[in-house]
């Protein structure tokens, strides 16, 4: 049969028969059950076990890229944070190049997302104070993403957001929870200003640390996935991400944000301790984070997020950002 005749996903088998030494290998599979956005994921069953395959363009950023996330994912493994396993070719390199594109192989990890409890935040905010430990001093290369992303919500974006909210009930209640959220981010706005990022240290981060890139078994944390975002930026912004989306999104209630919070972090300062600078400024970073979120996520779902409407979410942010914003005060003046 002729290479033109081949579907996709025969021919990357072909390419994988090539260049690995795996014994009998199938057909790869599409993987369904996550997206597809940036870059094509495959199982591939082989006599070696079972592995997942991504593809890459073939161009300068990209295959720098891939190096880089290659010896990162080593480094951590070398340093006891679980990784999945990147396979090495036949040659001994760590991901195939095409014409047009690449081809990365990695251990399949048998897991699922983190489920969030009290074991598996300490697991969690353990593992990320680790990463940022271990690799401080490491060289990294700039990120595919805007450094301080966390430090403001898009004015637009939350125009919009409001604007739906309003199509959906305008009225003095879902006023009141507009204005105390504009209030809190005018107020994020000022501790995260640029002229104050100096208090806050830089380091290799991992980028986009939720609950999808933790793989669990159980409390048991399998492996840190979606290396591709790593590279230079502020500790706040992953710590910030952190707490955004394992300790605030779920819940209004004040106890279960502090129970949860205090339990990541105090397992992240295990590893790295927080400056002050940072405490005072994380509960803003935290809010701005949720805040886009939601945002940007409600067009993009249909007009819900995690079953929400927009004017629910005026309601639920009101709240989450008032408690955060009481939690920066504390920290300041040291409650």
Not at 36 to 63: C, W
Request: proline share 3%.
């Amino acid at each position: 049969m002729s290479t033109s005749k081949l579907t996709g996903l025969e021919i990357i088998g072909d390419v994988i028969r090539e260049h690995y030494d795996l014994g009998e290998v199938a057909v790869p599979r599409q993987l369904e059950t996550t997206h597809q956005r940036r870059h094509r994921k495959m199982i591939v069953e082989t006599s070696q076990g079972v592995f997942l395959a991504k593809t890459y363009r073939n161009d300068p950023a990209s295959v720098d890229s891939l190096y880089f996330q290659h010896r990162l994912s080593g480094f951590l493994a070398e340093n006891g944070l679980p990784v999945a396993r990147i396979q090495g070719t036949r040659d001994g390199r760590t991901f195939v190049v095409q014409d047009t594109w690449c081809l990365e192989l990695q251990q399949f990890v048998f897991g699922h997302s983190m489920t969030v409890n009290e074991a598996t935040l300490r697991v969690s905010g353990s593992a990320l104070g680790r990463l940022h430990q271990v690799c401080q001093g490491m060289p990294v290369p700039p990120r595919d993403a805007r450094k301080w992303r966390f430090s403001e919500v898009p004015q637009e974006t939350f125009q919009k957001f409001y604007e739906m909210a309003l199509k959906e009930r305008a009225d003095q209640k879902i006023q009141g929870h507009c204005n105390n959220i504009v209030l809190f981010l005018q107020q994020a706005k000022e501790v995260l200003n640029i002229d104050k990022r100096y208090a806050f240290e830089m380091g290799l981060i991992h980028g986009d640390w939720h609950g999808g890139n933790l793989l669990f078994d159980g409390d048991t944390l399998k492996a840190i996935i979606d290396l591709e975002f790593a590279g230079d930026g502020c500790y706040l912004e992953d710590i910030s991400y952190a707490v955004s989306n394992l300790c605030i999104r779920t819940t209004t209630s004040p106890e279960k944000m502090a129970f949860r919070t205090e339990t990541l972090l105090g397992a992240y300062e295990l590893h790295r301790a927080l400056s002050y600078a940072e405490r005072v400024a994380l509960y803003y970073a935290v809010g701005v984070k949720h805040v886009t979120t939601v945002c940007y996520q409600t067009p993009q779902q249909g007009g819900r997020v995690a079953g929400y409407s927009p004017a629910q979410w005026m309601g639920i942010l009101d709240a989450q950002t008032r408690w955060l914003g009481e939690q920066s005060r504390r920290a300041r003046w040291g409650e």
